[in-house]
């Protein structure tokens, strides 16, 4: 580790001042968390494989126009007309498409499960904002850059996105928005290219911050795990990373340049680090042991200095 560290010490633009809004246990483990994550990948930076987090360290504004990794896909526009006759379609307020069978016309209001905005209606009328749309022609709207929605219109329940699992795309999140987070506390530039990235008007620092912690309630729902726990994963995940070799032929897929590139990176991302998520239990096991161990020893030594 004591190498590793040297990365970020020996290059003065690479490193930076973190800092987050409190102390508690939780923003301790965040913090810990996207150190590790700069460091292996400031220190991996011609792993072809892992250029996505890179851009997300060197040059976020790159990304904008990019299929970002586990960014959702425009749902409807791969169902295509199978899904043709079955209801009236309706989009909330963010563009989220959803149906209404029999009638068409809403007698009940939901809430959207990707923003949690209203949907639906009540006595035939669909609440303010929702409109209906003509899937025939919609056209494909999957987004290019980040898509995620602010971290409180985020669901923390688990699930998959394509062909990653829940669990996967939880761990890529949390190392892109590691990544992010540090980023935006390098300097005002870097902080207004990660906003740009993000579309948000709102302190990057502080929404990346956010969306950690809902990655990290993800997590821990996903792998019925605490937070140490899980954030022992991700830490075991990182190792995986920075010891082992990753595939070398997929520069394609790493351009990111199309949906199908982005699906081709994720399931190459998932299978590189399968080793960690097969033995997830034994990793967590070990490390666990491990910090138990250190515990004691500094009880022990601090009360063998109070004597």
């Known amino acids: 580790m004591r190498n590793m560290a040297t990365i970020l010490l020996q290059s003065q633009d690479n490193f930076v001042l973190l800092s987050v ?17 700069a460091v292996v990948m400031f220190s991996k930076m011609s792993t072809s494989l892992l250029q996505p987090f890179v851009k ?3 040059n976020p504004a790159a990304l904008v126009d990019l299929y970002v990794p586990t960014m ?27 149906v209404v069978t029999e009638c068409g016309r809403p007698t009940q209001k939901f809430t959207c499960p990707v923003c949690h905005e209203d949907i639906g209606g009540i ?11 003509d899937v025939t022609q919609r056209g494909d709207r999957t987004q290019r850059g980040y898509a995620l929605p602010a971290p409180e219109k985020r669901s923390s329940d688990p699930a998959p996105e394509r062909q990653l699992s829940a669990i996967a795309c939880c761990l890529i ?5 590691s990544a992010l987070f540090w980023t935006s506390n390098s300097n ?17 620092p502080q929404v990346l911050l956010s969306h950690l912690e809902k990655d990290f309630e993800t997590l821990t729902k996903a792998i019925k795990r605490n937070e140490l726990e899980s954030s022992v994963l991700v830490h075991a995940l990182l190792q995986h990373i920075y010891y082992s070799r990753s595939p070398q032929d997929i520069s394609s897929a790493s ?11 994720e399931l190459e991302f998932q299978s590189f680090i399968s080793p960690v998520l097969k033995n997830m239990e034994q990793n967590i096991k070990v490390a666990m042991k491990s910090i138990l161990n250190d515990d ?5 030594q601090t009360d063998a200095y109070c004597a």
């Open 21 to 37: 809004p409190s102390q508690n246990p939780l923003h301790r483990l965040l913090l810990s968390v996207v150190i590790h994550t």
């Open 56 to 58: 997300m360290l060197t």
């Open 72 to 98: 959702p896909d425009d749902i409807l526009s791969h169902i295509g007309t199978a899904i043709i006759g079955i209801g009236t379609y309706y989009e909330c307020p963010n563009g989220h498409p959803y």
């Open 123 to 133: 006595n035939h009328q669909p609440v303010p904002r929702n409109a209906t749309i």
């Open 173 to 177: 999140r949390i190392l892109m928005h």
């Open 188 to 204: 005002t530039l870097a902080s207004d290219a990660v906003k740009q990235l993000m579309k948000s008007s709102s302190s990057a």
């Open 255 to 265: 351009q990111l340049q199309t949906s199908a590139q982005r699906s081709q990176w």
């Open 296 to 300: 004691k020893k500094r009880i022990w």
